[in-house]
Every structure is written in C-alpha cells, then in structure tokens.
C-alpha cells in the first residue's frame, strides 16, 4: 500500500569503507545526516538525544564520514534508524538521484525512514513570475544572508564562489510531485509530502514499512 499524504505545519572515513555504527553510550536510535554541512547546523528538534552521525563530500566539513552521498551501498546495510537529507538532493543530477535515494534505502533498518527536505521549485517559480521579480532580485533572507531566485535555482552563489568547489551547485530541482515519485521509485512504501515552515522548501517523510505509532506521534504525520 502507498500513503501519499499532505501533512501542514510542522516540521573521516574513506569512501568505499564499509562503516560500522559506533554508538554513544545510552543512545538508542541513530541518525544519519546526509549533506548535512556541519554539527553547528541544528536538525530536528524529534532527533534530541539520538546518536547524530554527520555525513558529507566536503573535507572541511568535519563530519564523521566523508562521503560522496553516490557511494552510500558501501555503508553496512540497514543501520540507522533515520536518515536527514536537507537541502543536499538538489546538489545531484536528475540521473543521479535515483542512486541517491537508492543509498538511503540499503542505509535504512527496515523500520527506519527518510527525512528530506528541498527547495519547491514550484512556488520559487511562482512567485517569481507573480511578482514580475528580476530573476537576481533576493526572494528570502537567510540566516547566511539574502538568497536570490538564481541561487535557489543553481546554488547559492556566494558559496560557489567562496569554496571554489562544484558540489555546493544546485543540478536538479523538486516539487511535490516529483519528490513523491522519486521516492516510490526508490521502493518507499508510506510517503508523506510535507510543507515546511520554509514557505520556499518541500519536506518528505519516507518509510520502507508502515510506520509505528510512536513514529507518527513524534514526527507529526496526519493519517486518516
Ligand atoms: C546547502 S548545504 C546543506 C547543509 C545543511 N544540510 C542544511 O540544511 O543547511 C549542501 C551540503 O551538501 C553537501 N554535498 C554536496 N554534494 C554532495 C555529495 N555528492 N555527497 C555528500 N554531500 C554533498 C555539501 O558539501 C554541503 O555541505
């Protein structure tokens, strides 16, 4: 059975390494933050006390595994119990995708699921054309700075700028639609499409199996 739900509100190690859990004494869940930049960035507040490994390409990044996010089969099958992909999926190519999503799959326990949030390329459009703004013109402020249209679409430019490096380009982009069929793709079963607090962002819950009860408690998830 497939759930395709709107829910409002809410919400170094080597590549090719296969890379055991190493748990934090009393933690008993894990999460793995794919793309997640740095452990100054905050995740979730339904992730407090777990074990929060952090994953990305970039060396200077200092997360517990550097990784090109591709490479996720050469994980140890089926570890963490969540997986958190913010702002990251728009950082592959379309093709690449699959392989992406294919990754957290194999990293998943079979009752685990995926967190992901990307620009809504749907309402960043709109509003673009609504407005009549120029396409450099800033659509939001972030807590890094402002961010125009052409960032959200290619990637912040700034940072491109500044590190030099291509893995901060944006090369694809999601709606709702979209996000939801490249999960099913990948085998997720129970699917939620979430709005997030971003008005310029999409949110997905994703399970390999119907979710628990205290898993749609503590992630909020509207069923029914
Ligand atoms: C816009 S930042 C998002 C940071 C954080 N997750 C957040 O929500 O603010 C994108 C991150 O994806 C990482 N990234 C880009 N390409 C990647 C890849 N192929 N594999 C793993 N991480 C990647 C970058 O190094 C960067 O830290």
Sequence with gaps: ML??????????????????????????????????????????????????????????????????????????????????CSHNLEHYYAHDVPTVLSGFFHALKSDG??????????????RFVETGMEIDDILYQSPSGPISVLDVIYGWGKQIESTGVDFYAHKTGFTEVTLLAALKRAGFTHIWIARTADPFAVGA????QSPTATQISRLGLATG
Excluded: C
């Excluded at 699921?113 to 709109?126: G, K, Q, S, W, Y």
């Design 3 to 84: 759930l395709f739900k709107v829910i409002k509100g809410v919400f170094s190690r080597s590549s090719g390494v296969k890379y055991p859990l190493a748990r934090k004494t009393g933690s008993t869940n894990s999460v793995l933050n794919v793309g997640g930049g740095n452990k100054l960035i905050d995740i979730p507040a339904h992730y407090e006390n777990w074990e929060h490994l952090l994953l990305d390409i970039d060396p200077s990044s200092g997360a517990d595994i550097i990784l090109d996010a591709r490479k996720l089969s050469t994980l140890t099958a089926e570890q963490f119990d969540a997986i958190y």
């Design 113 to 126: 699921f995926v967190e992901i949030h990307v620009p809504d390329m749907r309402a960043v459009l709109t």
């Design 205 to 208: 819950f994703a399970f390999k």
